[in-house]
């Protein structure tokens, strides 16, 4: 009873924590997007030139949709980092857990900001703006991300249809953040945030990688 206790504990810290997390980013990044408000960072007109896609008055709004997206990646770096540890490391699964869920939270944000504060719920726009690469694997990743937030909190990890799916939601996740940031990022800044993450989730590859040496080297 007492390990059970321990265990509800645990999670509802790691909930809080998740939750802080997710509010920190956010306050942030609106603040950021409120004091750059009047600054010409992000074209209005969408990749390639064309007619102007998103109106001056809509300038904040873009700005929240970029910055959300960054804070969501970063969030998402570690997270990626961590998860070939979490099997043998509860630290690393919590870790993992709190900034997977943590990511997804301000990714929601992300996309209700894009899709409805910014183009307006019309999906025609959505599915035709070249600022969106690939729309539709967009959304299939979101409900699949969140299919796999929710398995991280109410089922065991070590199932192995729960690992593969997670791998594979994980290894989407990161062709997506690094082709949008690192390859196809408007400004210098997304760019450098991009070849970070994959950065972070290399060195963690790199450090599951030799303990698994060191563990095999004990056998």
Known sequence: MT????????RRTDLMTTALLAALALALVFG????TRDWPLFSLSPPGGGAADVSLAQREDLHRTFFTIWASLLLAAPAL???PLAGSSALAARLW???WTASLLVFAVHFWWAVVELFGNDWSRVLNTPRVSAPRL?????????VDVALAWTVRPDRLWVRLQRAGVHL?????????AAREGELPVSRALGWGF????AAGL????LGFRRRAAVR
């Open 81 to 83: 980092a961590v998860l």
């Open 206 to 209: 790199i450090a599951w990688g």
């Open 172 to 180: 989407l996740a990161f062709v997506l953040f690094f082709m949008g």
């Open 32 to 35: 950021a997007a409120a004091w």
């Open 138 to 146: 967009d959304t299939v990743f979101a409900v699949w991300w969140c």
């Open 97 to 99: 857990r709190i900034t």
């Open 198 to 201: 994959v950065a972070v989730v």
């Open 3 to 10: 390990l059970w206790n321990e265990a509800r504990a645990e």
